[in-house]
């Protein structure tokens, strides 16, 4: 069964700061991950979808990489801003699962301070 | 486009009586998710449509819960009768093809007295 988890549960930096979010999952047998935003009270915002053939992502200040023989992602939000406080959730589509099923992690809390 | 769009946005209800959450996805896109999402469970796949016929159910909890996607443009997760610990954020999400990204609907915030 695949299993995904997100460490550290919650993460607090000063503004400017480079973020880096971590993700890992216990099958590599993957399709592909994705990577969520999710702000309190709200849905998740897709971010970042990573196939399983390529090895990172880039949309403006945010990077991610996917090293599946290890079974981890990496999220790296440059030079943070209060803005992009929220949790973030990464989510895989295992190979094995019927149609786009997804699993996803506990996600990452994160506040960026003024 | 208007992206996902669920409603009601909120709904408190007593235990016993029959809840209707409804989702309209994207246009266009073909597969539909219902999610669940707690504190305690995080989110959790009830279940998806593709090309309106039910995939995989094995998320639902039990029999009070059932879903259905008469058309293209419309679903709905029925729970009946509805229980306090059914209280959770339901998410209703869409996609075009088997792999691609899901976007998410904002949600229905259900509290079950």
């Known amino acids: 069964k695949q299993e995904v988890t997100q460490i550290p549960a919650a993460l607090s930096v000063p503004e400017g700061e480079n973020l880096v979010l971590n993700c890992s999952f216990t099958?590599?047998?993957?399709?592909?991950l994705q990577w969520f935003r999710q702000d309190p009270g709200k849905g998740l915002t897709s971010l970042l979808l990573i196939q399983s053939s390529q090895r990172e992502q880039t949309s403006g200040r945010l990077n991610a990489s996917l090293d599946k023989s290890s079974g981890r992602s990496t999220l790296y939000i440059a030079a943070s801003q209060p803005g992009d406080s929220a949790t973030y959730l990464c989510a895989v589509r295992p190979i094995k699962a019927a149609g786009n099923k997804l699993t996803f992690g506990g996600g990452t809390r994160v506040l960026v301070k003024p | 486009d208007a992206g996902v769009i669920q409603s009601p946005r909120h709904e408190v209800t007593e235990m016993g009586q029959e809840v209707t959450l409804r989702c309209k996805p994207i246009s266009g896109h073909n597969s539909l998710f219902w999610y669940r999402q707690t504190m305690m469970r995080g989110l959790e796949l009830l279940i998806y449509f593709n090309n309106n016929v039910p995939i995989d159910d094995s998320g639902m909890p039990e029999d009070r819960f059932s879903a259905k996607m008469p058309n293209a443009s419309f679903s709905t997760l029925k729970i009946q009768p509805s229980e306090p610990r059914d209280s959770a954020v339901y998410f209703c999400a869409s996609s075009s093809g088997l792999a691609n990204e899901q976007f998410f609907g904002p949600g229905t915030r259900l509290t079950v007295l």
């Open positions: 099958d590599s047998a993957i399709y592909n």
